[in-house]
């Protein structure tokens, strides 16, 4: 069973920067893609960022330009640099892999920023 552990979530003032940080439980480079999500109570969790297998990245077209993805396969870790960050992008963060149809999900990490 893969195992998705997210961190670095906080509390942060509103213009400043956070990193998470998603380590799994085995290799990544099996995964055909990871990402990472956002949800607030009462919304549907929606799509932050992307990267698959071969790198190549994709991003909610709202926060392109403020956050990025990144990988590092030697310590099975997904990062997410989170930039500029405004109020309504508060939420719960939620780390996830994805093999063929499968999607597994990471418990979580809540982002709080305040104005």
């Known amino acids: 069973q893969v195992q998705l552990v997210e961190s670095g979530g906080g509390l942060v003032q509103a213009g400043g920067s956070r990193r998470l940080s998603c380590a799994a439980s085995g290799s990544i480079l099996g995964f055909n893609a990871m990402g990472w999500y956002r949800q607030v109570p009462g919304k549907q969790r929606e799509l932050v960022a992307a990267?698959?297998?071969?790198?190549?990245?994709n991003y909610a077209d709202s926060l392109k330009g403020r956050f990025t993805i990144s990988r590092d396969n030697a310590k099975n870790t997904v990062y997410l640099q989170m930039n500029s960050l405004k109020p309504e992008d508060t939420a719960i963060y939620y780390c996830?892999?994805?093999?063929?149809?499968?999607?597994?999900w990471g418990q979580g990490t809540q982002v709080t920023v305040a104005s």
């Open positions: 990267i698959a297998s071969g790198g190549v990245t």
């Open positions: 996830a892999a994805f093999y063929r149809t499968i999607t597994f």
